[in-house]
């Protein structure tokens, strides 16, 4: 089955350490997102690729890096940098960047900050 | 500051009623707007949108309405099925682009049976 997959689904990390999240698809999707999500808000756009080799920052990129070496991945790195990474963490995928595309959602990952 | 606002954090319907889930904007350039569905231990998915120059689109049982003097919409679902409980996310784009869309906090549903 085609599908956007999400590991793990649950990350404990410890305070001054690097952390990545992954994000596979095998829908031949061209573009990809991260969103982060705390309680009460809204899905928050962290970075984005709409072509592999190429990735942008989105509002809150700050503390995060990402890599698309292939179409079908979308790693998240949660950098130590990134001053409160407690959150769940949301990838997508869509076939183009239009907003008439629909989006594809993974099941997330929820990263805790021991 | 959101700018896509759903104030409900939670709604309680019975089975068969209607349900009838807000959400208000405060960017007026908003011009397409979309509804997402979410159930526990999986990703949202796609529902319903409109385009800001229609008030109304329906498939099946859900219908947006869109009222932009107000910038205010919101989603009907008629009649409520138990299998609607769910989280459901409004979202609204400045163009186009994806990287556009702001997503709200999210209104979580329950249709009691």
């Known amino acids: 089955d085609g599908g956007i997959t999400q590991s793990p689904k649950y990350l404990f990390r410890k305070e001054g350490q690097n952390v990545t999240l992954s994000c596979e698809q095998n829908l031949n999707h061209d573009a990809m997102y991260w969103y982060r999500q705390d309680p009460g808000q809204g899905l928050r756009l962290i970075y984005y690729s709409q072509i592999v080799n190429d990735f942008q920052k989105g509002d809150i990129a700050e503390g995060y890096s990402v890599s698309r070496e292939k179409k079908e991945s979308f790693p998240l790195t949660v950098t130590s940098a990134q001053k409160n990474p407690t959150a769940f963490y949301l990838c997508a995928s869509r076939s183009g960047d239009s907003v008439n595309t629909e989006a594809f959602f993974g099941q997330g990952t929820r990263l805790t900050v021991v | 500051d959101q700018q896509v606002k759903q104030n409900s954090p939670s709604l309680s319907v019975q089975e068969g009623r209607i349900s009838i889930l807000n959400c208000d904007y405060t960017?007026?350039?908003?011009?397409?707007f979309l509804w997402y569905k979410k159930y526990p231990a999986e990703g949202p998915t796609f529902l319903i949108s409109i385009s800001s120059i229609k008030d109304k689109n329906e498939d099946g049982r859900f219908t947006v309405f869109l009222n932009k003097s107000a910038k205010h919409l919101s989603l009907h679902i008629v009649p409520s099925q138990p299998g609607d409980s769910a989280v459901y996310f409004c979202a609204a784009s400045l163009g186009t682009s994806y990287d556009k869309v702001i997503f709200g906090p999210g209104t979580s549903l329950s249709v009691i049976p």
């Open positions: 960017n007026s350039m908003f011009d397409y």
